[in-house]
T-cell receptor, first 112, second 113 residues
């Protein structure tokens, strides 16, 4: 079954700290993996897109990793800011029909 | 602003009423997608269009739901005889080519009382 699982479900950290969010998937065939940031009441905004051959991709303070062998991805946030408070959703795209398989997201709360 | 826009942003309706939402995609994007998202969950796929053709519909899209994209530009999603279970955020996204980045609108928050 094509699934994307994220952990933790929610996370609270202090401003300035780093954190890492996890994504495990069982999607096949694999095309690419994306991390989205979704602010409360808003649509998702893409942070990174990673293909099979990419291990790491950065976007400012966001760094995503991908291990295609173990089918795991992580999103690392460095020096967190209050504006990082949001849900972070991992999405895997199937290569056969470009279907998006969505995770349930990790709700991140940054406290001052 | 050349992003995806949705209207209205919020809609409160009584059970049994019909509602219609509109989505304006990025102008050169051929594909348009509709998703539904409930609290604490990722978006669930409802349907998508390639230009004006509706190519796929999810099993989630019951007979009370209908979507159109008459001229291959904007799209509407109508829900007839709304039920409380229809309360959710309805997201629209567009992309230039299949498999490429989908750009999301701000969503329409529907509350059925």
């Amino acid at each position: 079954k094509n699934q994307v699982e994220q952990s933790p479900q929610s996370l609270i950290i202090l401003e300035g700290k780093n954190c890492t969010l996890q994504c495990n998937y069982t999607v096949s065939p694999f095309s690419n993996l994306r991390w989205y940031k979704q602010d409360t009441g808003r649509g998702p905004v893409s942070l990174t897109i990673m293909t099979f051959s990419e291990n790491t991709k950065s976007n400012g303070r966001y760094t995503a990793t991908l291990d295609a062998d173990t089918k795991q991805s992580s999103l690392h946030i460095t020096a967190s800011q209050l504006s990082d408070s949001a849900s972070y959703i991992c999405v895997v795209i199937r290569d056969s029909n470009y279907q998006l398989i969505w995770g349930a997201g990790t709700k991140l709360i940054i406290k001052p | 602003d050349t992003g995806v826009s949705q209207d209205p942003r919020h809609k409160i309706t009584k059970r049994g009423q019909n509602v219609t939402f509109r989505c304006d995609p990025i102008s050169e994007h051929n594909r348009l997608y509709w998703y539904r998202q409930t609290l604490g969950q990722g978006p669930e796929f409802l349907t998508y269009f390639q230009n004006e053709a509706q190519l796929e519909k999810s099993r989630l899209l019951s007979d009370r739901f209908s979507a159109e994209r008459p001229k291959g530009s904007f799209s509407t999603l109508e829900i007839q005889r709304t039920e409380q279970g229809d309360s959710a955020m309805y997201l629209c996204a567009s992309s230039l080519i299949p498999g490429y980045e989908q750009y999301f609108g701000p969503g329409t928050r529907l509350t059925v009382t």
